[in-house]
């Protein structure tokens, strides 16, 4: 009578657990980052990387890619930034292969590819940085909405800008489904990046 | 189908228990310090970058004594100019802005990290390396010039 009591108990405890895990399963995820709904494909482009080779956003469907506008000579802003980015890709592992973080800079009088790669060398050669003409370069921060303002030249060092720091994430799909503000914090973008890696 | 939630559960808490670490491995400052008077000035740090590029110093100034103190500027052998900055957002938008002056209240922390105030270094002569020292002379209102070393340390 004794042992019949306890066949009841177990039953109800692995019933209880299986409920748990089903209900855990059927919550939607919840983005950390800003949502962009509804998603829509981001604003194509093609430009040049650190190794004077064409790149086309177009090419990496079927990777989560990382979007930041920035310039080498950022004294602050944009390592801190590109630091964040390698941190997220280490937080990633092996999910990283399927991600790609892109550096596109605000500054093409200064940033050639050359010097794009010198700069991406000394924080994550992984990264790939992108430049072009003015004429390239224009429309593409103005279809991601990237604000860009030369500053006095403080020393005869070279101009300073003032510039949106988002970071912009798009799916396997190709659609821009997410942003971050300056100073993310990287477990919540690396979760976030992981999730978009792995839904289907 | 439970097990690998199971599984999944607990890789979860082994990488969240060990992620404070990782972060706190990243660029974090190291061990170089100074102090003179009642100014202490620790974990002072540059970031890498290549000869004519921009990088940053960033530290921890402690004002352990009972009066106020200002820090007023920098001076920096290795670069072409060498100014107290602070980052700051609107929005979405971040913008610098050279500083007179930073205030060091009696008895507070006053920290210079990234996205907030920092050492600006310009158009520098030669490359910086992790792992290399950079000297600079720091200027307080009241406690004058103290020189420090910055270690250059790897994203």
Partial sequence: ?200 | MSRRKGLAFISCLVIAATLPACNAAGGQPTEASAAAGDLRLTGVWARPAGAGETTAVYLTITNEGAQGDALLGASCPIAAMCELHETRAEGDVVHMEHQDRLELPAGAEVSLEPGGAHIMLMDLQSELAPGDLVSLVLRFEVAGEIPVEAEVVAP
Avoid at chain 1, 6 to 34: C, D, I, K, N, Q
Avoid at chain 1, 80 to 99: D, H, I, M, N, P
Avoid at chain 1, 101 to 127: C, G, K, Y
């Fill in chain 1, 1 to 200: 009578m004794k042992g019949r009591w306890w066949v009841v108990l177990g039953l109800g405890m692995v019933g209880l657990l299986v409920a748990l895990v089903a209900w855990e399963s059927s919550r939607p995820y919840t983005f950390h980052g800003s949502l962009l709904d509804p998603a829509s494909p981001a604003p194509d482009f093609t430009l040049t990387d650190q190794n004077g080779d064409p790149f086309r956003l177009s090419d990496q469907r079927d990777r989560v890619v990382l979007i930041f506008f920035g310039y080498t000579h950022c004294p602050d802003v944009c390592p801190a930034t590109l630091a964040l980015f390698k941190q997220t890709r280490e937080l990633l592992g092996s999910l990283a292969e399927v991600a790609q973080f892109v550096f596109i800079t605000i500054d093409p009088a200064r940033d050639t590819s050359e010097r794009l790669r010198q700069h991406l060398d000394r924080i994550d050669p992984t990264i790939i940085g992108l430049t072009g003409t003015m004429e390239d370069l224009e429309p593409v921060w103005a279809a991601y909405g990237v604000y860009r303002a030369e500053q006095p030249d403080p020393g005869g060092a070279g101009p300073l800008f003032d510039h949106t720091a988002r970071v912009y994430v798009v799916d396997r799909q190709g659609d821009l489904r997410l942003s971050f503000p300056f100073g993310f914090d990287v477990d919540e973008l690396s979760q976030d990046v992981s999730h978009l890696i792995e839904e289907r």
